[in-house]
């Protein structure tokens, strides 16, 4: 289905030159095909120093000499998340349309600029990647996962990098976007399981991919899940820290 999107987009690409998603600008000749690179720009990114737990910009005194005071109390079950951009402005605006607005292509684009942040890298090189699973019928509904898509082309993109699709959401969960901390956790607490004959190799480093961290719940939940499963170093990334 996404391959049929992308075909369509090429076709599409072909009558109608393509502009900026950022810029809304023509595009000019480069590896991505809707994000310039005057348009990621635009984006705003995390530099150091970051919370070595959850990522998010911080340049105090850790807590427990992991924790910044957003991720206090999580303690998650992921060793670090690190993620490149902020949901912000146009990261914000991008992610919206990759979930909700049918462009699952912006996800490439979006991962492709995240590839310049060096930690970000680092941090993937050599891992197996798992996306956050949807519950099947979210999946069916939207097309795609994004969290796979994402997964899918950072594996491309880096060496000794492979994805596997070790999880399966197997409750729909409320969404998440009015709920609070405490909330968010309780409802994602038993909604993730290991597939169906999937196996965890606990000589494997995995790293657990989503499009935003939130609370980190989801991510941490997901972690929780491979780490019962026999997984023994599991981190987090996300494109966006919200
Ligand atoms: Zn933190």
Same mark, same amino acid.
């Given at each position: 289905m996404a391959l049929l999107d992308d075909l369509d987009r090429g076709l599409l690409d072909l009558i109608f030159p393509r502009d900026c998603?950022?810029?809304?600008?023509p595009m000019e000749f480069g590896p991505r095909r809707h994000l310039s690179a005057v348009g990621a720009l635009e984006l705003t990114r995390i530099d150091d120093?970051?919370?070595?737990?959850?990522?998010?910009?911080f340049d105090g005194t850790l807590e427990d000499d992991r924790s910044c005071p957003h991720c +206090?109390? +999580?303690?998650?079950?992921?060793?670090r998340a690190v993620c490149p951009?902020?949901?912000?402005g146009p990261v914000r605006e991008i992610i919206h349309r990759i979930k909700y607005g049918g462009c699952p292509w912006l996800a490439d684009d979006l991962a492709d600029a995240a590839l310049e942040d060096t930690l970000f890298r680092r941090h993937l090189t050599g891992s197996v990647l798992v996306p956050v699973p949807l519950h099947a019928g979210r999946r069916r509904e939207r097309g795609y996962n994004q969290a796979e898509r994402i997964a899918d082309f950072l594996a491309r993109r880096l060496p000794g990098c492979a994805t596997a699709s +070790? +999880?399966?959401?197997?409750t729909e969960t409320l969404s998440q976007t009015r709920l609070d901390r405490q909330e968010r956790r309780a409802n994602v607490r038993r909604a993730f399981r290991l597939a169906e004959g999937a196996k965890v190799d606990p000589g494997r480093r995995y790293v657990v991919v989503d499009d935003v961290l939130t609370t980190g719940a989801t991510l941490h939940a997901c972690a929780a899940t491979l780490r019962t499963a026999g997984a023994s170093h599991v981190d987090a990334a996300a494109l966006a820290h919200g």
């Open positions: 998603v950022v810029t809304r600008e120093p970051r919370c070595l737990r959850c990522g998010h910009p +206090l109390g +999580l303690n998650p079950a992921f060793g951009f902020r949901a912000r +070790l +999880l399966r959401k197997q």
